[in-house]
């Protein structure tokens, strides 16, 4: 089955469900603009912010979203994707992102990365934001370092905005005795909730409106299943919307009914 076919079958004019949506065109149900908001208020504030949600909670996605609405003239981004780069690692990124040659050793390094921090902020006034995503797999030695990092001046201001993104083991770690001294410096904990059997239902409408469709495309039993299915969370429903028009398709079915949305559970959740 090609994508060609079906978008030409279903009469989309691009493909739904796909994850390279402008943040302007993305769903912002209700849990994802408490994310957006809470995230906002961080940057604002220059405070640490822990945002938590399952697999496919759509966490990324309120980032870019809340990304998006900053003024890039007035904030700096720092986006580490990758935990995986060791403590060391941390430091390069934001002395490379800022400008800056990296040191070789860490010793230098880090005092770099601080000045780098400060000067972006006093002689460009601009805001730095640290985005960690996947800050569940960051190592105890990396989650140190950027303690000590935010408290660069003593607890009097702090250098930049520093907003972990993670699944909820995350909340569990930092609730560590060893982490005690960062968790007490956290100014916001949103854990992402899963979307409602509503809000799903306008997810699925939205995307498919983006495709081009306007009109009743899923039964309402389809969208419920799939709902209960992807237990409200967007990766899921994506991945079990697409099965759907595709079964359905396969069917010669006018619209995605039950019978299609049980042939995607079926195929997805199939071990």
């Not at 989309?12 to 390279?20: A, Y």
């Not at 005092?111 to 730095?128: C, I, S, Y």
Request: with cysteine.
């Amino acid at each position: 089955m090609s994508i060609a076919r079906l978008r030409s079958h279903w009469g989309f004019t691009r493909t739904p469900f796909t994850k390279d949506l402008a943040p302007s065109m993305l769903h912002r149900y209700n849990g994802h603009q408490e994310a957006v908001a809470r995230i906002s208020w961080c940057v604002d504030e220059a405070a640490i912010g822990v945002i938590t949600g399952e697999v496919g909670a759509g966490k990324t996605v309120a980032v870019r979203a809340a990304l998006a609405e900053l003024d890039s003239s007035r904030h700096t981004v720092i986006y580490l994707g990758n935990p995986a780069i060791g403590a060391r690692g941390l430091y390069y990124t934001i002395v490379n992102r800022l400008g800056g040659v990296p040191r070789f050793y860490k010793a230098s390094l880090i005092p770099q990365a601080a000045d780098a921090l400060a000067a972006e902020v006093t002689e460009r006034g601009r805001k730095v934001v640290l985005v960690v995503d996947e800050a569940h797999l960051l190592a105890a030695d990396q989650l140190e370092e950027l303690r000590l990092l935010t408290n660069a001046d003593m607890d009097s201001t702090s250098p930049f905005a520093l907003v972990l993104v993670g699944q909820p083991t995350l909340r569990q770690r930092l609730r560590l005795g060893a982490f005690a001294a960062l968790d007490q410096r956290v100014a916001l904990r949103y854990a992402i909730p899963p979307m409602t059997a509503a809000d799903t239902g306008d997810y699925i409408a939205h995307h498919l409106k983006l495709a081009g469709r306007s009109d009743t495309l899923f039964s309402d039993d389809a969208v419920a299943r799939i709902h209960k299915a992807a237990r409200g969370l967007p990766r899921a429903v994506n991945n079990l919307a697409v099965q759907a028009l595709i079964a359905a398709y396969a069917n010669g079915a006018a619209i995605v009914d039950d019978k299609a949305a049980r042939a995607a559970v079926t195929e997805v959740t199939a071990e």
